[in-house]
């Protein structure tokens, strides 16, 4: 079936220092979202990817989505103490019944 | 906000008992799924649905059930809890059938079994 992994597991950060996670699925996704988790909470939907190469911005967050679409990065500028979580990549597949994969996640850790 | 509803929030049983996770959404989302995640962990996804009377076991290995008998509510069922069940439970919703949209979760339980 359809994996969807993520490097690194665990970043522990200087507030104010870049972190970047990268997320490889094992097959071709019809388009990819993020999600962050903050501590004791439930993910909540970010961003949403479609197009081969696709960039998409939101203030300090830069998304990115592979050429072949089977990959995904998701890199944060300057990080601060509010950027705390476990960041989630989802892929979903391509067909008639499409289901979603989430990867295996990233937790940011920021040292004030 | 999303309308996405889990309960109960916070749940301790004793090894055996039959338990049910009830999970209820209001935005008319065709797709629903259950997850299992320890604390801070990966999400595995232990059950989903397409729509009413559409369900399918996930990648996890699970002793639940679930139904889909109306489109909003989506109960998860362990018949014989055990200290392995411990976990959390998160439920989400999204989209129609044949679409991509974000998913929503619930707040989740927190589930022990001693």
Known sequence: GQQVMQIPQYQHVQEGEDFTTYCNSS????????????PGGHPVFLIQLVKSGEVKKQKRLTFQFGEAKKNSSLHITATQTTDVGTYFCAGWGSGGYQKVTFGTGTKLQVIP | ????????????????????????????????????????????????????????????SSESTVSRIRTEHFPLTLESARPSHTSQYLCASGGRQGGTTEAFFGQGTRLTVV
Do not use: F
């Not at chain 2, 109960?8 to 299992?36: A, F």
């Open chain 1, 27 to 38: 097959t071709t996704l019809s388009n990819i979202q993020w999600y962050k988790q903050r």
């Open chain 2, 1 to 60: 906000e999303a309308d996405i509803y889990q309960t109960p929030r916070y749940l301790v049983i004793g090894t055996g008992k039959k338990i049910t996770l009830e999970c209820s959404q209001t935005m008319g989302h065709d797709k629903m799924y259950w997850y299992q995640q320890d604390p801070g962990m990966e999400l595995h996804l232990i059950h989903y649905s397409y729509g009413v009377n559409s369900t399918e076991k996930g990648d996890l």
